[in-house]
């Protein structure tokens, strides 16, 4: 794997570890208010990590994979809901390059353009002279409170013809937004429904993300794009399950347990379980960087990114959320008492992890395609 960094890219790292600092010390604020801190929001937007996947011909960093997931990761170390919505905001920041050049520079053209994205189709579309109406709802909408723009898919219904999926880039300013992330974790991420009743849609802000990429497209954009969703909530789990071996490591120093003589960091149970949490994380985000870079070189010839690299990314994506729970989840048992008061870092790393691996790219479905695949049964693998 890949240690060098472009030098062009090396900004975005360094924006991410600052983002991550002013995140972790606003993290409280986020979470109460169920939206990104105003300090965090400003930092994150202006520092260009919301659109780190923009192509460069419209203004945009147009960064590697590895740097765009590894910024989205060290973000989440300070708060998981901040580097969650970077994640989702980067990966919709790539889908500028699926539409027509007219489209790009409309949604993406300002530089404190932020999008969010809902792929699944939960809307409804017609067909009218220059473009589509669009009416539906769809939920999880992350990032939505500071998005300006919203991609959401629907199913196009065309007078006899059968009904095909299609994503619509649509402004905020024309859609409901309903106050419905009332949850157990990732509260900042402000990821509300969004509702369209008969929003139209110029045909330049219409696009297909199941017929692969544009034809001549960059790397990035023939990276596999549905696997890199599932990155991107990956991503954001591990750093969140790193940020769970800080927050244990800081209380650790001073706290000594009911009844013991000794700090929590001199008990031997504690290193046994830091230590095997340690291992779990470094391993799998061994594999999850490791299939990131081996689809990444792929991406750079002319052939289609092949099923097995493919089928790689969501296996490493799935495992890397999952183990990030169970290391989110050992921190947190380790904290005892300490842990279970909303002041604890640990019981919202603890939520925060445990409500990620309800994404359904990283939820334990998920290893059915990849379990299919490996033991050469049928199945549909057109997003994977």
């Given at each position: 794997?890949?240690?060098?960094?472009?030098?062009?890219?090396?900004?975005?790292?360094?924006?991410?570890?600052?983002?991550?600092?002013?995140?972790?010390?606003?993290?409280?604020?986020?979470?109460?208010?169920?939206?990104?801190?105003?300090?965090?929001?400003?930092?994150?937007?202006?520092?260009?990590?919301?659109?780190?996947?923009?192509?460069?011909?419209?203004?945009?960093?147009?960064?590697?994979?590895?740097?765009?997931?590894?910024?989205?990761?060290?973000?989440?170390?300070?708060?998981?809901?901040?580097?969650?919505?970077?994640?989702?905001?980067?990966?919709?920041?790539?889908?500028?390059a699926y539409l027509p050049r007219k489209g790009?520079?409309?949604?993406?053209?300002?530089?404190?353009?932020?999008?969010?994205?809902?792929?699944?189709?939960?809307?409804?579309?017609?067909?009218?002279?220059?473009?589509?109406?669009?009416?539906?709802?769809?939920?999880?909408?992350?990032?939505?409170?500071?998005?300006?723009?919203?991609?959401?898919?629907?199913?196009?219904?065309?007078?006899?013809?059968?009904?095909?999926?299609?994503?619509?880039?649509?402004?905020?300013?024309?859609?409901?937004?309903?106050?419905?992330?009332?949850?157990?974790?990732?509260?900042?991420?402000?990821?509300?429904?969004?509702?369209?009743?008969?929003?139209?849609?110029?045909?330049?802000?219409?696009?297909?993300?199941?017929?692969?990429?544009?034809?001549?497209?960059?790397?990035?954009y023939r990276f596999p794009l549905f696997g890199?969703?599932?990155?991107?909530?990956?991503?954001?789990?591990?750093?969140n399950a790193r940020g769970a071996i800080d927050?244990?490591?800081?209380?650790?120093?001073?706290?000594?347990?009911?009844?013991?003589?000794?700090?929590?960091?001199?008990?031997?149970?504690?290193?046994?379980?830091?230590?095997?949490?340690?291992?779990?994380?470094?391993?799998?985000?061994?594999?999850?960087?490791?299939?990131?870079?081996?689809?990444?070189?792929?991406?750079?010839?002319?052939?289609?990114?092949?099923?097995?690299?493919?089928?790689?990314?969501?296996?490493?994506?799935?495992?890397?959320?999952?183990?990030?729970?169970?290391?989110?989840?050992?921190?947190?048992?380790?904290?005892?008492?300490?842990?279970?008061?909303?002041?604890?870092?640990?019981?919202?790393?603890?939520?925060?992890?445990?409500?990620?691996?309800?994404?359904?790219?990283?939820?334990?479905?998920?290893?059915?395609?990849?379990?299919?695949?490996?033991?050469?049964?049928?199945?549909?693998?057109?997003?994977?």
């Open positions: 794997m890949t240690d060098a960094v472009p030098l062009t890219e090396e900004p975005l790292r360094q924006a991410a570890v600052e983002s991550s600092e002013l995140a972790k010390t606003h993290a409280r604020t986020t979470e109460a208010q169920r939206s990104l801190a105003p300090e965090v929001l400003t930092k994150l937007r202006d520092s260009g990590l919301f659109r780190s996947g923009v192509a460069r011909e419209i203004g945009g960093p147009q960064a590697s994979p590895a740097t765009i997931l590894t910024t989205a990761e060290t973000v989440a170390r300070g708060d998981a809901s901040a580097g969650w919505c970077v994640s989702i905001a980067t990966t919709s920041s790539l889908l500028g790009a520079e409309e949604v993406f053209g300002d530089p404190q353009t932020v999008a969010a994205g809902v792929w699944a189709p939960r809307g409804k579309g017609r067909p009218v002279d220059g473009g589509v109406v669009v009416s539906g709802q769809w939920s999880f909408c992350s990032g939505i409170t500071h998005a300006d723009w919203l991609f959401a898919g629907f199913m196009l219904e065309t007078e006899g013809a059968p009904p095909v999926l299609r994503v619509a880039a649509m402004p905020k300013a024309e859609l409901e937004i309903l106050d419905t992330w009332h949850t157990g974790g990732l509260r900042g991420t402000g990821s509300h429904d969004a509702v369209a009743n008969e929003v139209f849609v110029p045909e330049q802000r219409v696009m297909s993300v199941v017929d692969g990429p544009p034809e001549n497209a960059e790397p990035l890199f969703f599932a990155l991107s909530i990956a991503v954001a789990a591990v750093g927050d244990l490591l800081e209380l650790a120093s001073g706290r000594t347990p009911f009844g013991s003589s000794r700090t929590l960091a001199e008990r031997a149970r504690t290193h046994e379980v830091v230590a095997q949490s340690e291992a779990a994380l470094r391993a799998a985000r061994l594999f999850l960087f490791q299939s990131i870079e081996d689809a990444w070189q792929a991406a750079q010839e002319d052939e289609p990114v092949s099923q097995d690299l493919r089928l790689g990314l969501r296996l490493a994506a799935t495992h890397a959320a999952r183990t990030a729970a169970d290391v989110a989840t050992a921190m947190y048992d380790l904290g005892g008492g300490a842990a279970i008061y909303d002041t604890s870092p640990l019981q919202r790393r603890f939520r925060d992890a445990h409500t990620a691996t309800a994404h359904f790219q990283v939820n334990l479905a998920s290893f059915e395609l990849t379990g299919r695949l490996l033991l050469g049964q049928p199945a549909r693998t057109g997003q994977l």
